[in-house]
Nanobody, 121 residues
Framework: QVQLVESGGGLVQAGGSLRLSCAIS????????MGWFRRAPGKEREFVAA????????YYADFVKGRFTISRDNAKNTVYLQMNSLKPEDTAVYYC??????????????WGQGTQVTVSS
């Protein structure tokens, strides 16, 4: 049984930073490509970033390029999303997912429960 648990969300002012963590259990994080998605109020869940299990190539949605960084610590079985220069429009529930490196949520096998990020103006 693979489980993903996100943490690190919270309330931050615009321009601030947060680092989200996603701890994976049941399998090693190095076995999976991993992604981050988000769902803002009243909107569909959307792709944010992904990291390939082999080689560590990273992919980002255009709206976070240059501000967010996805990384992986295989020793800690954890994936991170460093979020800088946060904007109010980044307010959403952020989810980590395992099993793919695409921008389509339907390609991913496992999901965490989500962590709330709120950016105040």
């Amino acid at each position: 049984q693979v489980q993903l648990v996100e943490s690190g969300g919270g309330l931050v002012q615009a321009g601030g930073s947060l680092r989200l963590s996603c701890a994976i259990s049941g399998r090693t994080v190095s076995s999976y490509s991993m992604g981050w998605f988000r769902r803002a109020p009243g909107k569909e869940r959307e792709f944010v970033a992904a990291i390939r299990w082999s080689g560590g190539s990273t992919y980002y949605a255009d709206f976070v390029k240059g501000r967010f960084t996805i990384s992986r610590d295989n020793a800690k079985n954890t994936v991170y999303l460093q979020m800088n220069s946060l904007k109010p429009e980044d307010t959403a529930v952020y989810y980590c997912a395992a099993g793919a490196v695409t921008s389509s949520q339907w390609d991913y096998l496992y999901w965490g429960q989500g962590t709330q990020v709120t950016v105040s103006s």
